[in-house]
């Protein structure tokens, strides 16, 4: 009878300890500050917006237009690649054949105009700097300069791990989780590793998704080429289950089960 008693306690224990896991590890932007209706001009958070300075291997959309034709048409892509781009969705490189990428000494190479270094520049300074290159050769023109992609990769505990392409010059590494199918249950949202290249080198940062603050860090806005990495929680298997929640899930209904044998054997045997 002590075994049957010491059996109900312990399932009884599992069960309580399977219901009751925290969600701290789990639950994204936590204490994050909220607004009233009333308060809707005032913001809780700022985002950190830094000015992106170009880099070798960036790939940028630079298209001229201007009353000589042969000109316009120098500068124009062929239309089977602007195809190309719709049939992407956002995912791959396709935008590099309607792009200009600059190349390792950080130059872009133009129609008629020739090569033009724009490394190290924003996007303002870079069209500043290509208008007057263009401007020795025509007087009447109309220049336009922007980023094609936000190309990141994310790997790790993600349902769908790889490179992807933002369709926006603005994303925000939730915008990245989302593309990637939402986290894995057994992802370690406390610890997040950004790797992002700068014209410096390589550097990495460790991000805590669960803390609201992020949103004012300088990573809650990605840059092109971020590298996304998400690891594992600790406890992430015991034995052949995938985590220790549905570890204790699978455990109790046996338990359960073996409690209302034992019973029911011990009724019989009386």
């Known amino acids: 009878m002590k075994i049957n008693k010491l059996i109900s306690i312990g ?3 599992i069960a309580l300890l399977s219901s009751c896991v925290s969600n701290k590890k789990y639950v994204l932007l936590q204490n994050a500050k909220t607004t009233t209706n009333s308060d809707t001009t005032k913001s809780a958070y700022h985002l950190n917006r830094t000015i992106y300075k170009l880099q070798p291997n960036d790939v940028v959309f630079i298209n001229l237009t201007s009353q000589d034709e042969t000109v316009t048409k120098a500068f ?3 239309s089977n690649n602007t195809q190309m781009i719709q049939q992407s969705n956002g995912i791959g490189n396709s935008f590099y054949f ?3 990428s600059i190349d390792l000494n950080g130059e872009v190479n133009l129609p008629i105009i020739g090569k033009v270094k724009i490394s190290g ?3 303002n300074e870079a069209k ?3 208008e007057i290159e263009i401007s020795k050769y025509f007087k009447v023109f109309h220049l336009v300069v922007q980023m094609t992609e936000m190309p990141f990769t994310v790997l790790g505990e993600v349902v769908r791990p790889g490179r992807f392409s933002g369709l926006t010059n603005q994303v ?3 915008d990245a989780i989302a593309l990637c199918g939402d986290l894995t249950t057994v992802a370690n949202r406390k610890t997040v590793t950004l790797i992002r290249q700068n014209l410096e080198g390589v550097q990495i940062y460790k991000i805590d998704l669960t803390q ?3 949103i004012n860090s300088p990573y809650y ?3 092109p080429n971020d590298v996304i990495y998400i690891e594992p929680l600790k406890s992430r298997s015991i034995g052949n289950f995938s985590n220790f929640q549905n570890s204790l899930s699978t455990i109790t209904p046996l338990l359960t089960t073996l409690v209302l044998a034992l019973n029911t054997y011990l009724i019989i045997k009386k």
């Open 11 to 13: 399932v009884l224990g």
């Open 98 to 100: 309607v792009g200009y």
């Open 212 to 214: 609201a603050d992020i």
């Open 172 to 174: 925000t590494i939730l």
């Open 128 to 130: 500043e700097k290509i």
């Open 221 to 223: 806005l990605l840059r």
């Open 121 to 123: 520049l924003s996007i």
């Open 76 to 78: 124009s892509r062929p």
